[in-house]
């Protein structure tokens, strides 16, 4: 599930160009990621659809296990975002923090691998709450001069608070 490559980049050092191109993918890479959070911490459809592949895959299945939640596999970038956006709209608010990134290149296609931290409060109550440490492992691919997710599995390590209140069961 991790990416656990021994170093960060292939490219060589001395090849300059080689170098610019992988940093500005792996950049381009992580920002898929960013977009990801950000799109739903702001509620901001357009920024959180540009995260993803029009054939994206979502599974949420594995973090929702440890609460005894059983959500289906999203399929297609609509579906993804109009679901999950309609779940959190003017009901939760959300803050994502992404952190110890890991990433391979493989041509057009990329893994990476991160922790995130995402809270989730009920608007209308924030001690309300679920506080979830989640590591994510997903494909993604090139679009031109970006990189969107293709596949998103999303595991959780931990959490506090009451995600059922949240995501039901």
Known sequence: MYVT?????????NDANALVRELRDRAEILDALYRFGLG????DKALFASAFAVEA???FRPAAAKWGGRPPVM??????????LAMFTGRV???????????TIDGDTARLTALVEAQHLLAADHSVFALL????????VRDGDRWVIRR??????????????????
């Open 5 to 13: 490559a021994e170093r960060a980049l292939s490219a060589l050092p």
């Open 40 to 43: 739903q911490d702001l509620k």
């Open 57 to 59: 895959e979502l599974d």
């Open 75 to 84: 399929s297609g970038r609509d579906t993804i975002t109009d679901t999950i």
């Open 93 to 103: 608010d959300t803050t994502h923090q992404v952190t110890n990134p890991r990433i």
């Open 133 to 140: 440490k989640n590591p994510y492992d997903a494909d993604l």
């Open 152 to 169: 998103l599995r999303i595991d959780n390590a931990w959490y506090t608070g009451d995600p059922t209140a949240i995501f039901g069961v």
